[in-house]
């Protein structure tokens, strides 16, 4: 069955503190692999997509990098206006619905000044 | 307007009440999602529409029940529901099944159960 499985579920940072979140996967087969961050009441904004291991990609302070088992989701440098829940998703080849994504129930960041 | 936009943001319904969530996209994609977020839980999918046709209904309750009149517009309607409805329902939209494209996503209808 396809998995997805997102650490830490919690994660605090000062400013200028640069970590990575992960997120661990079971999918017969990847299509594709999802990053989106959520802002508290609203719907999740897309921010990379990777179809194949050693595959990497950046936006601003973001990294997203991706293995058979796993992606990481880079922070560097973060700044309270990273502060936002990121979730990961991820879509099989050969689920039913072949354009179904699956997620995990995120990381909650949070970026103290 | 560009986008996926939901309406209305926030509904509080009694659990006898019959209402509808409206989402509408302007992207030209063919897929259009229904998901449902509640807390500490992963998204789940509800339900999936594609070129106006439903081809998942991942096994939702009867009091949920959905319209799509066409490839830019998603209904869900609400009747009966009990309070652990109450969630934060979700509209996606993507080009057509199988394109291995990410999802665009509505911010959402606050539903609360009362």
């Known amino acids: 069955e396809d998995q997805v499985t997102q650490s830490p579920e919690a994660l605090r940072l000062q400013e200028g503190e640069s970590s990575s979140l992960n997120c661990s996967y079971t999918?017969?087969?990847?299509?594709?692999l999802f990053w989106y961050r959520q802002d508290p009441g609203k719907g999740p904004e897309f921010l990379f997509t990777?179809?194949?291991a050693g595959e990497e990609k950046e936006k601003e302070r973001l990294k997203a990098t991706l293995t058979k088992k796993e992606s990481f989701l880079h922070i560097t440098a973060p700044k309270p206006e990273d502060s936002a829940t990121y979730l990961c998703?991820?879509?099989?080849?050969?689920?039913?619905?072949?354009?179904?994504?699956?997620f995990g129930t995120g990381t909650r960041l949070t970026v103290i000044p | 307007e560009t986008g996926v936009t939901q309406t209305p943001r926030h509904l509080v319904m009694g659990m006898t009440n019959k209402k509808s969530l409206k989402c509408e996209q302007h992207l030209g994609h063919n897929a259009m999602y229904w998901y449902k977020q509640s807390a500490k839980k992963p998204l789940e999918l509800m339900f999936v529409?594609?070129?106006?046709?439903?081809?998942e209904n991942n096994s939702v309750p009867s009091r949920f029940s959905p319209e799509c009149p066409n490839s830019s517009h998603l209904f869900l309607h609400l009747h009966t529901l009990q309070p652990e409805d109450s969630a934060l329902y979700l509209c996606?939209?993507?080009?057509?099944?199988?394109?291995?494209?990410?999802?665009?996503f509505g911010s959402g209808t606050r539903l609360t159960v009362v």
């Open positions: 999918v017969s087969g990847l299509r594709g």
């Open positions: 998703a991820v879509q099989g080849l050969f689920q039913t619905g072949a354009n179904n994504l699956f």
């Open positions: 996606a939209s993507s080009q057509a099944q199988g394109t291995g494209s990410g999802y665009t």
């Open positions: 529409y594609n070129f106006k046709e439903q081809t």
């Open positions: 990777l179809y194949s």
